[in-house]
């Protein structure tokens, strides 16, 4: 996915703003399809209170410069009859899109190794050591001499930090995915339940009326249509590891939050489950920095939004580079905000 809407007014909202606006772009430049679309998201509220704090993000968001409006429970209605009968309010995203993430990373790949980059696959990194001004990087196959390295190893980037002394604040935290089978359109576009917010920052007091499992698993509702015609569905948070096994229990709370927003689901079959590990840091922002050690460089924990902020990334990081800063401000992003002093 490809949102904004899930980015707290400010710099967050703003990185995110400019990471979307070169997507158009990079699907004419890159050499793979990956399916870019533009099709807006909906957030669904399911109380009087939710609607509340909706209202006031939307505001917020809007000064941001983000196409954000919020929808009465008829108007969410008339544009999605499937949505459960007592949902109170909608807030709906305009600019939200969404891409085929493996194809999104073979586009990368491909276009890099086309324009001179050589990759070397299955190559874990063993160890990294100052040389010469530069650095000395050995995997289980070779040895690498290079100038700058750029540490973007997601879960693995703490890992490779204490390669050369550092102490990277990156943790996983895994989440879990229902596909359905292919079936009607239950829904034309993205949907998450405002609760998604209040769980992926998880600095709100208020609680939402859920069962124990929901509450356990951190899951709130997101459903997102898929171009093969099927449905994936989420979405939970743990810190588990880097354990990846589907949990019975994660799935059975994923499908109860999704009946609840959408009780037609009930009669439609899952068919796989799968398991994935976002790279998460304590203030929810990635670090995309320089840092203590010259000519190491950090571009990762991006939690769930490693393929959204991917472009703006790349663009700030070869920037930083090149010239030693990035044409956008993002010190908010700097290594040193977790240095104790």
Not at 62 to 90: F, I, Q, R, Y
Not at 95 to 117: E, F, Q
Not at 243 to 266: G, N, T, W, Y
Request: hydrophobic share 40%; with cysteine; glycine share 10%.
């Amino acid at each position: 996915d490809i949102l904004v809407s899930d980015k707290m007014p400010g710099f967050d909202c703003e990185f995110a703003l400019a990471s979307q606006a070169l997507f158009p772009q990079l699907a004419k430049e890159l050499d793979f399809d990956f399916e870019w679309r533009k099709e807006g998201t909906m957030y669904l509220m399911e109380t009087e209170e939710e609607t509340e704090v909706a209202e006031q993000y939307c505001r917020n968001m809007v000064a941001c410069g983000v196409p954000m409006k919020m929808l009465t429970a008829k108007e969410v209605h008339e544009d999605e009859p499937n949505v459960a009968d007592d949902v109170v309010s909608g807030l709906r995203c305009e600019c939200d899109g969404g891409v085929y993430p493996i194809g999104m990373v073979y586009g990368y790949a491909l276009t890099a190794r086309r324009l001179g980059a050589t990759l070397l696959l299955h190559s874990p990194v063993t160890g990294i050591e100052p040389e010469g001004g530069g650095f000395l990087i050995r995997t289980v196959k070779q040895e690498v001499r290079a100038a700058k390295v750029v540490n973007c190893c997601g879960v693995k980037a703490p890992k490779v930090g204490m390669m050369v002394g550092l102490d990277i604040p990156v943790e996983a935290r895994q989440g879990q995915i229902l596909v359905t089978e292919h079936t009607f359109p239950v829904v034309k576009h993205e949907f998450h339940e405002f609760g998604y917010m209040l769980t992926k920052f998880g600095n709100s007091s208020y609680k939402r009326n859920v069962s124990e499992r929901v509450e356990r698993n951190g899951v709130a509702m997101v459903i997102e249509p898929t171009m093969a015609g099927n449905f994936l569905i989420g979405s939970s948070r743990s810190f588990v590891g880097e354990d990846i096994s589907s949990d019975i229990d994660v799935m059975q709370a994923l499908a109860e939050r999704a009946i609840r927003f959408f009780p037609v689901l009930k009669d439609i079959k899952i068919i796989h489950a799968y398991s994935g590990v976002r790279p998460f840091t304590p203030d929810h922002l990635p670090i995309i920095s320089d840092t203590p050690v010259d000519g190491y460089y950090i571009a990762a924990g991006h939690e769930g939004d490693g393929i959204g902020l991917s472009a703006i990334t790349g663009k700030c990081m070869a920037e930083m580079l090149v010239s030693g800063k990035s044409e956008m401000d993002i010190s908010p992003l700097s290594y040193s905000r977790f240095i104790k002093n």
